[in-house]
């Protein structure tokens, strides 16, 4: 589990890296720079809210003696404010992929306190349906309402896939400059 754990956290790091080798408009130097500068963001900001929200958490505890709950709640929420209130496609990547881990927590928790009953069946299969027919339906007639980075992956998979030359399509990149 630890190593489940460990990959699911470089996934973060690492999405500027799948997200520029998928799009060749860049040379390989700045993709390269693009994902070295991502990363370096990425890595800074969280460094930063833990600095932050640590500190905090140990000025409010020294104030009140004491550390409660909502010590937590309030210096998460002033760091997420400084360090994380930007909106930038690495802070946006961050909080999207928090909010989904946070709606599922929830959700466990409302079952655990029992404010709603336990599934009799998995709930996923449900939830993976609507989220993709969501997110079909919002590409295909409301496209600028998706973030820029979704759309264009949205686009290469579903609409650039359409035009096929040979299987270096699928191996490299489908969306020729040349004429072949």
Known sequence: RGALTRLGECRVLFFPLLTVCLFPSLSLREKLRSIAQATYAHSR????????YKGLLAAQSRLQGKRIPFHSFLAACIGGWLVFGDNNPINSQIIMYLLSRILFGLSRLAVEKGYIPQP???????????VWGTVLWLFEYHRGTLQPSLQAS???????????????????????????
């Open 120 to 130: 009799r069946q998995d709930p996923f299969p449900l939830l993976a349906a609507l």
């Open 45 to 52: 900001n969280l460094a930063y809210f833990v600095f932050t």
């Open 154 to 180: 949205m686009t290469y998979l579903y609409e650039d896939s359409e035009v096929w030359h040979d299987l270096s399509d699928f191996l490299v990149y489908n969306k020729r400059t040349d004429s072949k």
